[in-house]
C-alpha cells in the first residue's frame, strides 16, 4: 500500500522559512517523479513543483520561483520543500503526491503565514 | 504556462442525474488531462487519466473525454457519495496547472 507522510507545517512569520518532508513507502519511490500541490483555505488546488525521479530536475509554479527548493533522497525515500522568504499567501494545505499523474497523496501538513 | 478554465464552478443535481463538467485548455495539451475528486477535509483522489481512462478501482459511472484544448467529465448517474469538488489538471507542460473547480452537490 502507497503511503506518504507529511510532517514539518507549522505557524511561521512572514519572511521566515520552514522545511517540510514526506516519507513515502509502498512502492519504488527512485522510479516516480514527486510533487507538491497546496490548498489555501478555502481555495482550489495549486501545482507548486516537481521533482524527476533522479533528482536532476526541478520544477516550480511562478509563484514560488526562487524561494522555495524541492529535493530528494532516494536512499531515505523522502522528498522535501525548503521555503524560504514565506508570505501571506502562502498560507496553505501542502499535500506531497506521487508520479506524473498524482495518483496518490499524502494527508496534508498545514503551513500558516502569519506574524 | 497552459491555463485550464473549468465550468460550472458549481452545481446541483439529483440522485441518478446525468452531470457534465467542462475544461477548456489554453492550447493543445493532447490528452494529458487529469480528473481528480476532492471531498471536504481529504486530499484529492484520481479518478480520469489521460483524458479517458478510468484509475483502477473508480466506479464505471465515472468517464472523460476529449483531446486537444477541450475536455469532458461525466457521472452518468450521480449518486449522494459522489457529493465533492471535481478538479481538471493537465500534465502536459511541465508546469502543470488545476482547472478552479467544480463543486457538486445533491439538490
Known amino acids: 500500500e502507497v503511503q506518504l507522510v507529511e510532517s514539518g507545517g507549522g505557524l511561521v512569520q512572514p519572511g521566515g522559512s520552514l522545511r517540510l518532508s514526506c516519507a513515502a513507502s509502498g512502492f519504488t519511490f527512485s522510479t516516480y517523479a514527486m510533487n507538491w500541490v497546496r490548498q489555501a483555505p478555502g481555495k482550489g488546488l495549486e501545482w507548486v513543483s516537481t521533482i524527476n525521479p533522479p533528482g536532476s530536475s526541478a520544477y516550480y509554479a511562478d509563484s514560488v520561483k526562487g524561494r522555495f527548493t524541492i529535493s530528494r533522497d532516494n536512499s531515505k525515500n523522502t522528498v522535501s520543500l525548503q521555503m524560504n522568504s514565506l508570505r501571506a499567501e502562502d498560507t496553505a494545505v501542502y499535500y506531497c503526491?506521487?508520479?506524473?499523474?498524482?495518483?496518490?497523496w499524502g494527508q496534508g501538513t498545514l503551513i500558516t503565514v502569519s506574524s | 504556462d497552459i491555463q485550464m478554465t473549468q465550468s460550472p464552478s458549481s452545481l446541483s443535481a439529483s440522485v441518478g442525474d446525468r452531470v457534465t463538467i467542462t475544461c477548456q485548455a489554453s492550447?493543445?495539451?493532447?490528452?494529458?488531462l487529469n480528473w481528480y475528486q476532492q471531498k471536504p477535509g481529504k486530499a484529492p483522489k484520481l479518478l480520469i487519466y489521460?483524458?479517458?481512462k478510468l484509475e483502477t478501482g473508480v466506479p464505471s459511472r465515472f468517464s472523460g473525454s476529449g483531446s486537444g484544448t477541450d475536455f469532458t467529465f461525466t457521472i452518468s448517474s450521480l449518486q449522494p457519495e459522489d457529493t465533492a469538488t471535481y478538479y481538471c489538471q493537465q500534465n502536459d507542460d511541465l508546469v502543470y496547472t488545476f482547472g478552479q473547480g467544480t463543486k457538486v452537490e445533491i439538490k
Open positions: 503526491a506521487k508520479g506524473s499523474l498524482l495518483n496518490d
Open positions: 489521460d483524458a479517458s
Open positions: 492550447q493543445d495539451i493532447s490528452d494529458y
